[in-house]
């Protein structure tokens, strides 16, 4: 079955629709960046606030921000089944506003490690609305608008560290707090996901919304026919029906089950929850995106970061750190925004075992190099970047396209939420763990293990993941519904 192509003034308004969602990413940009930049005002003698920070307050202004998320996880995905995609969206974007609004209202320390908390329930919300994004978009473009979320974020960082080198405190934080006033004002123009309107039972809302997102006639057939898609999905036997196409041929599964769209008949209610542990290929799907997951965090990104300063001062030391920084988030800027780029035409499965493989073989040269400094102290800086160019085209950006596409409506909010909660808890662990070895091995040996995990992560992907490109959400679950195959290109 040939696939229907987007049409221009279509790939117009989901891509603006797209950007003015992502708007909330940069906020979160902004909420890791800020803290960076302002250290060493706020260990000075001479600091904006009340006093200066302990070693230990500074440390909490860091990881607040993850605190406030992991906690804020578990409600993400019942906001979003309750109050909708656009208004679920809305709400966690509010965290940023209250926070801008301390933090520019006092001088207080323990207020101001209160308000980044806050904030951390935002970059929670940001996060699962990705599912907004997966909802509005063509097949065809899914990927890459997906994908947009994780380019503005690294956008936020870099304008964040830009004028923070540059304006005063003060205008920053006005500049952060207006940013998300409008992110919230930005979103009210945004119609609600059709999917959410046809689960509730609105089905008119729905068809203004496929209008106004596919830009056809709210009576036009094509609306119709993406009313009928969507009451497939959502329809009581999909997942009898998918079981059945088990022992289908894979030529014909897809095609009979867009032959069956014209099934009608809505769920009856049931919690996301006990829906989940019916789903066979909601398991399957959560088990491989968890997978892949810790996968990618493993890979050694995370703990690079926190590494990150006296690696580069080591490296290139006549380079200020505030430079440094702008060079990396320019690098994940630019590397994030590819991705954007080329998901839609590599596909999912093959950008992730590449760029783990790429992965692997930076970091065991990155180890290799702290352990024997084989080469100028620049070449790590080299290896620095190279690394986490790679590891952002695909490794840092594709789980979370996946997360977006490869669940049941009925489901999404509820897995969406619940990889959310396993991407906070494995960085936790990841980053406790990482300074025993790091004394137990030395730094070089570390990077050694991390390359391992790159190149098992990519042997995964490549038996375990199928390919969900251009798919529709019905054909993703027959892939993860066959027992084997998965190393088969779909």
């Given at each position: 079955?040939?696939?229907?192509?987007?049409?221009?003034?279509?790939?117009?308004?989901?891509?603006?629709?797209?950007?003015?969602?992502?708007?909330?990413?940069?906020?979160?940009?902004?909420?890791?960046?800020w803290?960076?930049y302002?250290?060493?005002?706020?260990?000075?003698?001479?600091?904006?606030l009340?006093?200066?920070?302990?070693?230990?307050?500074?440390?909490?202004?860091?990881?607040?921000?993850?605190?406030?998320?992991?906690?804020?996880?578990?409600?993400?995905?019942?906001?979003f089944?309750t109050?909708?995609?656009?208004?679920?969206?809305?709400?966690?974007?509010?965290?940023?506003?209250?926070?801008?609004?301390?933090?520019?209202?006092?001088?207080?320390?323990?207020?101001?490690?209160?308000?980044?908390?806050?904030?951390?329930?935002?970059?929670?919300?940001?996060?699962?609305?990705?599912?907004?994004i997966?909802?509005?978009?063509?097949?065809?473009?899914?990927?890459?608008l997906?994908?947009?979320?994780?380019?503005?974020?690294?956008?936020?960082?870099?304008?964040?560290?830009?004028?923070?080198?540059?304006?005063?405190?003060?205008?920053?934080?006005?500049?952060?707090?207006?940013?998300?006033?409008?992110?919230?004002?930005?979103?009210?123009?945004?119609?609600?996901?059709?999917?959410?309107?046809?689960?509730?039972?609105?089905?008119?809302?729905?068809?203004?919304?496929?209008?106004?997102?596919?830009?056809?006639?709210?009576?036009?057939?094509?609306?119709?026919?993406?009313?009928?898609?969507?009451?497939?999905?959502?329809?009581?036997?999909?997942e009898?029906?998918?079981?059945?196409?088990?022992?289908d041929?894979?030529?014909?599964?897809?095609?009979?089950?867009?032959?069956?769209?014209?099934?009608?008949?809505?769920?009856?209610?049931?919690?996301?929850?006990?829906?989940?542990w019916?789903?066979?290929?909601?398991?399957?799907?959560?088990?491989?995106?968890?997978?892949?997951?810790?996968?990618?965090?493993?890979?050694?990104?995370?703990?690079?970061?926190?590494?990150?300063?006296?690696?580069?001062?080591?490296?290139?030391?006549?380079?200020?750190?505030?430079?440094?920084?702008?060079?990396?988030?320019?690098?994940?800027?630019?590397?994030?925004?590819?991705?954007?780029?080329?998901?839609?035409?590599?596909?999912?499965?093959?950008?992730?075992?590449?760029?783990?493989?790429?992965?692997?073989?930076?970091?065991?040269?990155?180890?290799?190099?702290?352990?024997?400094h084989?080469?100028?102290?620049?070449?790590?800086?080299?290896?620095?970047?190279?690394?986490?160019?790679?590891?952002?085209?695909?490794?840092?950006?594709i789980?979370?396209?996946?997360?977006?596409e490869?669940?049941?409506?009925?489901?999404?909010?509820?897995?969406?939420?619940?990889?959310?909660?396993?991407?906070?808890?494995?960085?936790?662990?990841?980053?406790?763990?990482?300074?025993?070895?790091?004394?137990?091995?030395?730094?070089?040996?570390?990077?050694?293990?991390?390359?391992?995990?790159?190149?098992?992560?990519?042997a995964?992907?490549?038996?375990?993941?199928?390919?969900?490109?251009?798919?529709?959400?019905?054909?993703?679950?027959?892939?993860?519904?066959?027992?084997?195959?998965?190393?088969?290109?779909?």
């Amino acid at each position: 079955m040939e696939r229907a192509k987007i049409k221009t003034s279509e790939f117009v308004v989901q891509s603006l629709s797209t950007l003015v969602i992502c708007f909330l990413a940069v906020q979160t940009g902004f909420v890791y960046a800020w803290p960076s930049y302002n250290v060493a005002n706020f260990k000075s003698n001479m600091t904006v606030l009340a006093e200066p920070m302990s070693s230990l307050e500074i440390s909490l202004l860091g990881s607040l921000p993850n605190l406030g998320g992991l906690a804020a996880s578990p409600f993400c995905g019942w906001a979003f089944n309750t109050y909708g995609r656009k208004y679920a969206t809305m709400l966690f974007g509010l965290p940023y506003i209250f926070a801008w609004s301390m933090i520019s209202q006092t001088s207080s320390v323990p207020l101001v490690l209160v308000a980044v908390a806050i904030a951390g329930i935002g970059v929670a919300g940001q996060n699962v609305s990705l599912i907004y994004i997966s909802e509005i978009a063509h097949d065809s473009i899914r990927g890459g608008l997906t994908a947009c979320s994780a380019a503005t974020f690294f956008l936020g960082i870099l304008i964040s560290y830009v004028i923070g080198g540059n304006l005063p405190y003060m205008t920053v934080v006005y500049i952060h707090l207006t940013t998300s006033v409008i992110a919230i004002l930005l979103l009210m123009l945004l119609p609600e996901s059709p999917v959410f309107l046809v689960l509730v039972g609105r089905e008119e809302d729905a068809a203004k919304s496929i209008s106004f997102y596919r830009r056809v006639d709210v009576k036009s057939k094509e609306v119709e026919a993406e009313l009928a898609k969507i009451r497939l999905m959502v329809g009581p036997n999909l997942e009898k029906m998918l079981e059945a196409a088990e022992a289908d041929d894979e030529n014909g599964t897809s095609e009979k089950l867009m032959e069956t769209m014209e099934v009608g008949g809505v769920r009856q209610h049931e919690s996301a929850w006990k829906f989940f542990w019916k789903s066979k290929s909601s398991q399957r799907a959560l088990t491989t995106v968890l997978t892949l997951m810790a996968a990618t965090i493993m890979m050694g990104c995370v703990v690079l970061q926190v590494y990150a300063e006296p690696l580069f001062a080591e490296a290139v030391p006549s380079m200020p750190s505030s430079q440094c920084a702008i060079f990396v988030a320019l690098d994940f800027l630019i590397a994030s925004s590819l991705c954007v780029f080329v998901v839609d035409k590599f596909g999912r499965k093959s950008i992730l075992i590449g760029t783990s493989l790429g992965s692997g073989v930076f970091t065991a040269m990155l180890g290799s190099q702290l352990q024997f400094h084989w080469a100028p102290h620049w070449f790590t800086a080299a290896l620095i970047y190279a690394y986490g160019f790679v590891y952002t085209v695909g490794c840092a950006v594709i789980p979370f396209v996946l997360t977006a596409e490869v669940f049941l409506p009925e489901v999404r909010s509820f897995c969406n939420s619940v990889s959310l909660a396993f991407v906070w808890i494995f960085n936790f662990i990841t980053l406790v763990i990482f300074n025993p070895l790091v004394d137990a091995m030395g730094l070089g040996p570390v990077f050694y293990l991390f390359s391992v995990v790159c190149f098992a992560g990519a042997a995964y992907t490549q038996f375990y993941l199928p390919e969900t490109k251009g798919l529709s959400a019905d054909a993703i679950q027959v892939l993860f519904l066959k027992k084997w195959g998965f190393s088969k290109s779909k």
